[in-house]
């Protein structure tokens, strides 16, 4: 028995007066840690352009990249670079405002590793978003694509890509009256940082591409790799031409443009998504 007093509160699970050593194990630190990644829900990543959609957060800690040890800083425009914890709808959750792309440098091992960081944190559902261009002919720019499914290939030499419609959300777009500009469609991710040629656009359309980006795909591969359930989607920002004489590349500027013209649409389908998520997913 210690020799201090003793309150007996074992409210909150913790008994003073059997914890004479006053020593954190390891094992003691896993169960703070376990308490605390319960919190934590759903992982948000905003595409290029798409930043805003971390205004859904309220009651928001933002934390820079640059100052978490060992993180990686976003270095393209329209990633402000850095880490919302907060609630949209309620739900607890952790906004990526900027992600990390091949092109920038980085290995796919470090653009995955924040949501490696999300499933430590107790993240189980994972909503990663990303500006792309619309290949289907039927898209038009500002529509949105939900990634029924993604064309890994990067990693033609052996990720599985994920398979599957989201029943679920898509009755949830029908409900917010969004079926008309919401498609659900087949992502690739491409190294860049340039974008495709004419050949290559013409090359996966042929493979069933409907919309083309450099990111997401890998994200979505780890996440579901960690057990985590996926929903993502394209804002189209552009239509990419398969014509040599009519056809214009995509630039930053109008990328970045679309997705601020969207920032209110899609505000209301991040906290609709997130919603969805915390009245459906029964506390997993
Ligand atoms: O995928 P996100 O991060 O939305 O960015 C997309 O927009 C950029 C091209 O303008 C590329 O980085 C492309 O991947
Ligand atoms: O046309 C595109 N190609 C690749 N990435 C993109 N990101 C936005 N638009 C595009």
Same mark, same amino acid.
């Given at each position: ?21 006053n ?45 978490? =040890?060992?993180? =990686? ?13 907060? +609630?949209v709808?309620?739900?607890? !959750? ?45 898209y038009?720019?500002?529509?949105i ?25 898509t ?10 500009? !919401? ?15 004419v ?5 996966l ?11 997401? !795909? ?25 014509? +040599? ?27 609709? !998504? ?11």
């Amino acid at each position: 028995m210690s020799a201090y007093s003793c309150n007996n509160n074992k409210s909150n699970g913790y008994d003073m007066c059997e914890d004479t050593e006053n020593e954190y194990t390891y094992e003691k630190l896993m169960k703070i840690r376990e308490f605390l990644a319960e919190r934590i829900h759903v992982g948000i990543i905003c595409g290029s352009g798409l930043g805003s959609m971390g205004e859904a957060v309220r009651n928001s800690v933002c934390i820079e990249y640059k100052d978490i =040890p060992s993180f =990686p800083i976003s270095t393209v425009q329209g990633h402000k670079g850095r880490l919302i914890f907060g +609630y949209v709808s309620d739900v607890p !959750v952790m906004c990526m405002q900027g992600r990390f792309h091949y092109y920038e440098g980085y290995p796919l091992s470090k653009c995955v590793m924040p949501v490696r960081l999300m499933k430590l944190l107790g993240v189980t559902h994972l909503i990663a978003s990303n500006a792309a261009g619309g290949l289907n002919p039927s898209y038009k720019v500002g529509d949105i694509m939900l990634q029924k499914d993604h064309l890994n290939i990067m990693g033609f030499s052996g990720n599985n890509p994920l398979r599957g419609p989201n029943d679920g959300v898509t009755n949830l777009v029908r409900q917010l009256g969004m079926e008309d500009d !919401v498609h659900e469609g087949v992502y690739t991710c491409m190294g860049g940082p340039n974008y495709e040629t004419v050949a290559e656009l013409r090359a996966l359309k042929v493979l069933g591409v409907d919309a083309v980006g450099m990111s997401t !795909v890998h994200e979505v591969t780890t996440a579901k790799h960690c057990g985590m359930k996926c929903f993502a989607f394209s804002l189209i920002t552009n239509i990419c031409s398969i014509d +040599y004489e009519n056809g214009e590349e995509a630039t930053c500027e109008e990328v970045l443009d679309v997705g601020k013209s969207k920032e209110t649409i899609l505000k209301v389908l991040v906290e609709n !998504v997130v919603k969805f998520i915390g009245e459906h997913s029964n506390n997993e």
